[in-house]
């Protein structure tokens, strides 16, 4: 079976079916459980494993349905688990009419039965599906045809909901998904009319049917399961109107009442129904069906009584599928069963976004049997998350704005009863939805259980000193007598046994400082593993292949990797193999390698044949490591004949006679690519180049870069600003992962499918999602907006100068509008931080011009973290009305990943954690006007679009008006509504131009720097074209130096 990819809800338990004897001369399944449940999601899904491995039977039960779309989920989960031996299925009106509920029945199991047929025509499948096939395949339940109407009042059917045919429309878009001869089983409706013709008329439907046919209506039918078998044996499960039961205990109260107890969804308690104000659906439509059953819960004839167990929408509304989890694992399938469930749940997830906005649909009718199957096997029910509280509820059968409303007595015994009769109903009113849904999507559609976990401790955040250990106290493994999770107060940090973890996730919600991760892999990336640092720590899987004479270019988040796979390609670190406590040696590693370029690679390296450089990520660490003037540096490392082509190309005439503790940030970028750039050597990587460079130098640096390349050498770069890596690079390997947790290396791809499979978020040669959401960038440039902006402006600021030092600002008068950005392009030193500042009031301008007196949040381009405290503390101090607002929590701080570092020290934090921090304050201050300095900075690409999108998400809705400096290409041209161009001298003599439109800036912004972009037509980024390239002529003969194409 397929591999259920990373992130996703899986088993691995297995199962293994035998048959036992009931001594009825029927065979019944039994399952032998040899394991627990486990997760493979960031959201930890879990199921807790049975302290002993011992025999479980199936438990038998009824599903009394009107088969719509959650319906049908619920049907094919009781079919798919081997904890559930559904006897009948009996079928009543409800969220269609019979006829259609009927045809929807023998839909779904002819589908099963194809599920059945293809996976064993396709290989035999192995381990835990196997056995859920042969499940599916043996349970054979009774079909029988019940209600067509309530038992008072007229029918109302869910086809708003469910759609005409109640399958979303299946029917009318594929009239021959239902199996062929399906019509002869509507004799069901006249059992006068069944014989032996019938029953095997439905025998043509698939070549192993999947069920029997029952002669009797549904109500009889119910009576006669019961009677025939052991009393409190058989669980009747309503998931529609409860029509078909009241019928039956009506006929024959003490032969219903031999029903071990019945469940049913319906009915709102404490939350607003979804029929009408006060009602659910299910009990909306037959409420008298439903005080009957309420009323046998409290009758003083025990043999009359019944258990009943609710479960309203206040539960099932807990449990949810998200629409891009069910698309990512479910879709890819490709199995008949997974591509009924598209198109099924395709149906409801388009309604549920297009009329309410949602992304998930409600998990009503299956978490039933998600109940049932915990209500029957396990022992505490409120240790699995389930809460259950007996009650006191009644029903109105005939108010015209109440029918149906549940109506529930929370008063203490002592006091007056309420009129009528009392019941004693069990109301479920709370699930652990991760936990369902882990059973579901193993048991419906047989994810496999090929996996491998990762157990992560942060060493940062775990504290035994400061806590209980409560991650140990909780381990259900633990309290099984076995050490899978060791710490003490005196232990610097907990120890998580990855053999022993069953994925249950309890640790990681119990731990105070959120220090613990489980992730779940398929187990083929075990096999795969290239290097881990230690126990409980980062992993990485494969490794980017070079190749000589071109450019190879690493795309990925930040803690993804990048840096680890440069030092073993650069034979810095050993590859470990995973083995960090026993260390293979090279012979190991080399046959590891076998039959891979990396083979040729790794012996090269052993030999000394090759010689590697890094360019090191962090340059501003540079002065600590290295004294002296830079032209005296220069020369020492010289060992090629280009040094002064080096020193003209990256600009360092004027910086040689300076220390290198004097350099900024951009000249010491530049001094670093220069010093590896005159060294000789076979491999040349560049860890993130562009950092602290402007657009030019950005492109200069890649020149220089390429400049390297001979058919020997190899070229590895490490970059996050998307533009310039397309530039860059001839192929890109993608890396993927959770950051500081693992990170796997893609293949190689063409350059522009690599970074489209980075921003697409999913890569296509492994069929993996990766991202839930894809990036994409569609520029605002239109007339109609152009045209709005004029008739919307309102700031002007005035023509004005400002000298400092031997450097002059000239600022050429400009105006602005609310809900617009404004970007300002120009190299380093032509003063925008300076700009930024006269506008903000910071500085004032040589002479005496007005600057207009407005609020103004400013983001520096340099953060120093010199609050003390957590990022909570800044927060409530600094931002503390936007902090505690519902929105900019949903559009600032949730999408820059500010939780799980709000209770860090800023002090402590990371320059990419600081910029996020520094993008929330500032934009958290009420301001007319918002002046962000190099957004980008520390950032990597994921996180540089997202921040951009807040960006620009935020100023539209605040309607406000945003200047921002960005030298990142696709980043300022996402963000602009238009620019301000920057002419003149570095650090001499600049002038900022009035603010032009994206196009008319951006193409006299190019001209300048003689290079040419188009877009790319699938997700609209922007893209440098090949210097001299056919379409690079085109442009710069049209003069269309940025040109959007349609």
């Known amino acids: 079976m397929r591999d259920l990819l990373n992130a996703i809800v899986l088993t691995t338990s297995v199962y293994k079916s035998t048959q036992a004897d009931d001594g009825d001369g029927t065979f019944r399944h039994v399952a032998h459980r040899n394991g627990g449940l486990q997760n493979a999601s960031p959201g930890a899904h879990r199921l807790i494993p049975e302290a002993t491995n011992k025999m479980t039977k199936a438990s038998p039960c009824i599903i009394d349905c009107d088969p719509g779309i959650d319906d049908t989920l619920a049907i094919l989960h009781a079919m798919g688990s081997p904890k559930v031996d559904v006897k009948a299925i009996t079928l009543t009106y409800g969220n269609t009419n019979i006829n259609n509920v009927t045809k929807n029945l023998f839909t779904i199991l002819h589908v099963l039965g194809k599920e059945v047929n293809a996976e064993r025509l396709?290989?035999?499948?192995?381990?835990?599906?196997?056995?859920?096939?042969?499940?599916?395949?043996?349970?054979?339940?009774?079909?029988?045809?019940?209600?067509?109407?309530?038992?008072?009042?007229?029918?109302?059917?869910?086809?708003?909901?469910?759609?005409?045919?109640?399958?979303g429309k299946m029917h009318m878009n594929d009239p021959d998904l239902a199996p062929t001869d399906w019509a002869e089983c509507l004799g069901l409706l006249n059992p006068e009319g069944l014989g032996k013709e019938l029953d095997e008329a439905a025998g043509k439907m698939h070549s192993e049917r999947l069920y029997t046919l029952s002669k009797k209506l549904a109500h009889d039918e119910i009576l006669n399961q019961l009677a025939e078998a052991e009393p409190k044996t058989i669980t009747l499960i309503a998931l529609g109107p409860m029509t078909n039961l009241a019928l039956a205990y009506e006929k024959d109260p003490i032969t219903f009442a031999r029903c071990k107890q019945v469940i049913s969804m319906g009915g709102c308690i404490d939350i607003p129904g979804n029929v009408s104000p006060t009602s659910e659906f299910n009990y909306h439509a037959c409420p008298h069906s439903v005080h009957k059953m309420l009323q046998a819960t409290a009758t003083k004839d025990a043999e009359r009584a019944i258990t009943l167990y609710i479960l309203p929408t206040d539960v099932t509304h807990q449990v949810s599928l998200e629409s891009t989890t069910f698309r990512k694992y479910v879709t890819p399938l490709e199995t008949p069963l997974s591509k009924f469930s598209t198109l099924l749940m395709g149906f409801l997830f388009d309604l549920l976004a297009e009329r309410l906005h949602y992304t998930a649909m409600n998990l009503h009718d299956p978490l039933c049997i998600g109940f049932f199957i915990d209500l029957e096997h396990e022992s505490d029910l409120a240790q699995v998350?389930?809460?259950?509280?007996?009650?006191?509820?009644?029903?109105?059968?005939?108010?015209?704005?109440?029918?149906?409303?549940?109506?529930?007595?929370?008063?203490?015994?002592?006091?007056?009863?309420?009129?009528?009769?009392?019941?004693?109903?069990?109301?479920?009113?709370?699930?652990?939805?991760?936990?369902?849904?882990?059973?579901?999507?193993?048991?419906?559609?047989?994810?496999?259980?090929?996996?491998?976990?990762?157990?992560?401790?942060?060493?940062?955040?775990?504290?035994?000193?400061?806590?209980?250990?409560?991650?140990?106290?909780?381990?259900?493994?633990?309290?099984?007598?076995?050490?899978?999770?060791?710490?003490?107060?005196?232990?610097?940090?907990?120890?998580?046994?990855?053999?022993?973890?069953?994925?249950?996730?309890?640790?990681?919600?119990?731990?105070?400082?959120?220090?613990?991760?489980?992730?779940n892999l398929p187990t083929n990336l075990e096999k795969e593993v290239t290097h881990r640092y230690s126990a409980n720590s980062f992993k990485l899987h494969r490794l980017p292949v070079p190749r000589p004479g071109q450019v190879l270019g690493l795309v990925g988040t930040n803690g993804i990797g990048k840096s680890t796979a440069l030092k073993i390609l650069a034979g810095k670190l050993k590859p470990n193999l995973g083995r960090f406590d026993n260390a293979p040696d090279w012979q190991d590693i080399l046959k590891h390698f076998r039959g891979s370029e990396l083979q040729n690679y790794f012996t090269k390296i052993l030999e000394d044949n090759l010689k590697a450089i890094i360019k090191p990520q962090y340059v501003d660490h540079l002065p600590k490591a290295v004294s002296g003037k830079v032209g005296d540096l220069l020369e020492a490392k010289q060992e090629l004949e280009n040094r002064q082509q080096m020193i003209d190309h990256l600009d360092l005439k004027e910086?040689?006679?300076?220390?290198?503790?004097?350099?900024?940030?951009?000249?010491?970028?530049?001094?670093?690519?220069?010093?590896?750039c005159i060294q000789k050597a076979d491999i040349y990587m560049f860890d993130e180049p562009s950092s602290y460079l402007d657009v030019k130098q950005r492109l200069n640096a890649a020149k220089t870069i390429r400049s390297l390349l001979k058919p020997t050498c190899f070229v590895i770069v490490v970059e996050h600003d998307l533009s310039v890596l397309d530039y860059l690079s001839d192929f890109i390997c993608v890396l993927y992962g959770v950051p500081s947790v693992y990170g796997v290396v893609t293949l190689p791809f063409s350059v522009r499918e690599g970074i489209n499979i980075f921003l697409d978020g999913k890569v296509p040669t492994e069929n993996l999602r990766f991202r839930e959401e894809s990036l994409t960038f569609r520029l605002a440039e239109t007339a109609d907006e152009l045209q709005d902006m004029q008739n919307h402006r309102r700031y002007k600021y005035p023509e004005m100068s400002k000298t400092m030092g031997d450097f002059k600002l000239n600022v050429k008068p400009g105006q602005f509008t609310d809900s617009e950005i404004i970007v300002m392009l120009g190299e380093n030193g032509t003063g925008k931080t300076t700009f930024i500042r006269l506008l903000a009031g910071i500085l004032k301008p040589d002479g005496d011009q007005h600057v207009p007196e407005l609020n103004v949040s400013y983001k520096p381009q340099k953060i120093a973290p010199k609050f003390q405290g957590t990022v909570r503390m800044l927060f409530l101090k600094k931002i503390k009305a936007a902090f505690m607002h519902p929105q900019f929590n949903t559009d600032v701080l949730k999408p820059l990943q500010t939780e799980p570092i709000i209770d860090q020290e800023v002090g402590n934090l990371s320059g990419g954690e600081l910029q996020r921090v520094a993008i929330c304050l500032a934009l958290g201050c009420p301001a007319d006007i918002y002046l962000i300095d190099e957004p980008s900075a520390y950032l990597d690409s994921e996180q540089r679009i997202i921040a951009a999108k807040v960006i620009k998400r935020f100023i539209l809705h605040a309607k406000k008006t945003a200047f921002i400096v960005e030298h990142d290409f696709i980043m300022a041209t996402y963000l602009a509504d238009r620019v301000v161009v920057y002419d003149g001298t570095p650090s001499v003599e600049a002038t900022a131009n009035s603010p032009q439109s994206l196009l008319t800036g951006m193409n006299k912004f190019l001209s300048s720097l003689e290079i040419t972009f188009r877009r790319d037509p699938t997700n609209y980024r922007p893209r440098i074209n090949k210097m001299d390239s056919v379409k690079d002529k085109e442009q710069k003969a049209s003069g269309n130096y940025f040109f959007l194409e349609d």
């Open 385 to 519: 998350g389930w809460r259950i509280e007996e009650r006191d509820i009644r029903i109105e059968t005939e108010g015209h704005l109440t029918r149906g409303m549940l109506v529930s007595d929370r008063r203490k015994r002592s006091t007056k009863a309420a009129p009528g009769a009392p019941s004693r109903a069990q109301a479920v009113l709370k699930a652990d939805p991760q936990r369902y849904i882990t059973s579901m999507f193993y048991d419906i559609w047989g994810m496999s259980d090929d996996l491998t976990r990762i157990a992560i401790v942060n060493s940062d955040k775990c504290k035994p000193k400061k806590c209980r250990q409560e991650c140990k106290k909780s381990c259900p493994v633990v309290k099984m007598g076995k050490m899978c999770i060791e710490v003490s107060p005196a232990s610097k940090i907990a120890f998580i046994s990855e053999d022993l973890c069953i994925g249950c996730g309890i640790c990681v919600k119990r731990c105070p400082f959120g220090a613990i991760h489980i992730i």
């Open 122 to 167: 396709a290989s035999l499948p192995k381990g835990p599906n196997r056995d859920r096939l042969e499940h599916i395949r043996t349970k054979k339940p009774v079909i029988s045809v019940g209600a067509t109407k309530p038992l008072v009042a007229e029918v109302n059917y869910g086809e708003d909901f469910h759609g005409p045919d109640g399958l």
């Open 655 to 676: 910086i040689l006679m300076r220390e290198v503790g004097q350099l900024s940030g951009g000249e010491l970028q530049r001094f670093a690519i220069s010093i590896v």
